[in-house]
């Protein structure tokens, strides 16, 4: 059907009524905040470590636009950061073929790489990234095993097993009946009401869509009107009048997809809220020898059902000062009346875990089932006959391997769907995730590592980025990284570390930590024939190249880069006295004075070498043309023309290295 030019005009007219009276949210909003546009400008540089902290911490909206139409994902595809890309479409950027900014996204990508990347991805995850947070609270009303609800609803015709804590968080009227009554167990359905209404009400309380047949008519019972009425009376009484708004816009298709999407993002926010103000506040510090003489009653004022153990750790140092603590008398780690809340041997203060400590103090999350169930790991303990799914006049303990930080992520995660992993303990979060089997959370672990943990990477060089700083001590252990990758099988951090080592390759080279590392590689090919390559030494040989080609690409400087090229014949006229690299050359006198290999000096930093007045020479660095102020010095100390030829000796120097190591470890790779 042809739309005609008037009726096409009326519909435009008409939505942007509704966008100008905050009725419709605009896709693609215009954005020009000063965060919004530091976003922009580290989607164009490639920094991914500033993406993250800009989508974590300043909550940017990435599919807003700048003031010349382009969204962050266009900006990252039309600059070739497949990694940028690649997390803004995690985070939820949208890109659907069949929108203009979709089609200006995929048609501007800098390569078939990323091309591919977003015609792969999901599009109705990108779009509603909460859904599976929703699917899995409207899943809970017709769960039969294993069983977690605590309220029966009992109504004329059928009767609803509900969760009470779901709808506390929901829903004021039920908010306040619970809090005054925590023992309740059933609760009746007023005669006047119909089930439908309440069938229908229910089910928005659990996130779950509004039908767009309500029922009603011969055979039910009531009529349309009076299932109306009856929806109108219980938006009321249980105070959710955004229910009564979903119907009157059940018309309209975008209406009711940004209704549903508001209400899910609502229902997540007071569920997170509801999970902050009891499951976190009432977490309890216990003394290790005693916690299993803690009782916790069923019936308490926050509706749990189980608790969460966590063993927290001191030093050596500090036993001597946490048996002194054990002695003192017992105090409440919590506010407030205690609802069936217990009071036992507490502390007030958390030590910091460590794997090499001994476990001293332990704390305690008392929690729900049926937010535990997002787990395959507790749907199957809770599914069996094991002790821990059998109900019990105290609530169960179970006791989880990681610290009580790394706990609180997953629970926090698990309840509200947010992974805001702390770099610090990223890796243990990737462990415990792996542990639990919650594939989504370990994949968030693994983009904290490898986009905050990016540490002093970038695909600009140093002088060339006007933005570039000083760079920050690394917080993390890559040896760390890359086992924890192959240990949870997750190629992202693979990826990452070899890129990682790739970049500051000149650091790690001669270490024994990286000779012991690429034995680790070699040894995870069982049966492994000479005739095999060793994974981890392919990657970084791919990234060292990745890491030079990047600057010659532009200035057409490619040939350099050929590996059977002759470099110092080809750069007679740039290059004085290239020698093969030795240690000798690596442990430069002060007559040549060589390039600093630390943290704080990036790889490519250019050099201006000059005299001091008594003859000594003194290397400082600069930001501006090499070529007018001083001389470029290679890895081993030689001097080149320029920064290319300098760059291209490097890459030879980088490579001769990789193969002196394979030839001591005797590895054919």
């Given amino acids: 059907m042809v739309v005609r030019k008037d009726q096409l005009e009326a519909s435009l007219r008409e939505e942007h009524q509704l966008i100008e009276s905050g009725r419709l949210k605009e896709d693609s909003p215009l954005d020009t905040s000063e965060s919004f546009s530091k976003l922009c400008e580290a989607c164009r540089r490639g920094d991914l470590k500033s993406c993250q902290e800009m989508i974590t911490t300043e909550g940017v909206n990435i599919n807003a636009r700048d003031r010349f139409d382009y969204t962050p994902l266009i900006l990252a595809s039309l600059c070739g950061h497949y990694e940028v890309v690649q997390l803004l479409l995690e985070a939820g950027a949208l890109c659907e073929r069949d929108t203009f900014q979709g089609e200006r996204c995929l048609y501007n990508a800098l390569n078939d790489r990323i091309r591919n990347l977003l015609l792969s991805y999901d599009y109705s995850k990108s779009t509603d990234p909460l859904q599976p947070f929703a699917a899995h609270i409207t899943s809970l009303l017709t769960r039969e095993q294993p069983e977690t609800s605590d309220l029966q609803v009992a109504t004329t015709s059928e009767t609803f097993n509900l969760h009470k804590f779901i709808l506390s968080a929901r829903s004021p009227y039920f908010h306040r009946k619970l809090s005054t009554a925590p023992e309740t167990t059933t609760w009746k359905l007023p005669s006047a009401i119909p089930p439908q209404a309440f069938a229908i009400a229910i089910k928005y309380i659990y996130l779950g869509e509004i039908p767009r047949d309500i029922g009603g008519g011969p055979g039910t019972g009531f009529t349309e009107d009076e299932i109306l009425e009856g929806i109108d009376k219980i938006s009321k009484h249980l105070e959710i009048r955004s229910l009564w708004d979903g119907i009157l816009e059940a018309d309209d298709r975008r209406l009711t997809r940004q209704h549903r999407q508001d209400e899910v993002g609502r229902g997540q926010r007071q569920i997170e809220s509801w999970f902050r103000d009891n499951v976190l506040r009432h977490k309890t510090v216990v003394d290790t020898q005693k916690v299993d003489d803690i009782r916790w009653d069923r019936d308490n004022g926050i509706f749990a059902d189980v608790l969460l153990r966590a063993d927290e750790t001191v030093g050596d140092d500090d036993v001597d000062a946490g048996e002194k603590q054990a002695s003192t008398p ?25 794997r090499a400590r001994k476990a001293r103090t332990s704390v305690l999350f008392p929690v729900h089932r049926a937010m535990l169930l997002r787990s395959e790991f507790f749907l199957t303990m809770f599914s069996s006959s094991f002790k821990e799914a059998q109900n019990t006049k105290h609530l169960q303990i179970i006791p989880i391997d990681c610290s009580p930080e790394v706990l609180e992520v997953v629970l926090i995660f698990l309840y509200t769907e947010k992974a805001d992993v702390p770099l610090e303990i ?69 990826e990452f570390a070899a890129r990682y080592f790739a970049q500051r390759l000149e650091s790690y080279i001669d270490e024994e930590d990286f000779a012991e590392l690429i034995r680790e590689s070699a040894g995870r090919i069982k049966g492994r024939q000479e005739t095999d390559s060793i994974e981890l030494i392919d990657d970084i040989r791919y990234y060292l190249s990745e890491r030079f080609r990047l600057r010659f690409e532009d200035a057409g400087l490619e040939e350099i880069m050929d590996e059977d090229a002759q470099v110092a014949e080809s750069h007679t006229d740039t290059l004085i006295d290239i020698k093969p690299l030795t240690n000798e050359h690596l442990r430069s006198s002060d007559a040549s004075p060589k390039r600093e290999a630390d943290n704080n000096t990036p790889d490519d930093e250019a050099i201006n070498v000059r005299c001091k007045p008594h003859g000594e020479a003194i290397a400082t660095q600069t930001t501006s043309d090499p070529m007018m102020e001083g001389q470029i010095r290679t890895l081993d100390g030689e001097i080149a023309g320029d920064e290319f030829a300098g760059d291209a000796v490097n890459y030879q120097i980088l490579l001769g290295k990789i193969d002196g190591l394979l030839d001591r470890l005797r590895l054919d790779a």
């Fill in 426 to 494: 990223a890796v243990d979060v990737l462990f415990a995730a792996d542990l639990l089997l919650i594939d989504k959370l370990k994949q968030r672990a693994a983009v904290a590592i490898s986009t905050l943990g990016n540490g002093t990477m970038s695909q600009i060089p140093p002088q060339l980025d006007p933005d570039w700083e000083e760079p920050e001590p690394e917080t993390i252990d890559i040896y760390d990284v890359i086992r924890a990758g192959w240990l949870t099988r997750v190629p992202r951090l693979e």
């Fill in 330 to 354: 017992p105090v409440r780690d919590a506010t407030g009346p205690l609802n069936g809340i217990p009071v036992g041997p507490m502390s007030n203060t958390l030590r910091t875990p460590s």
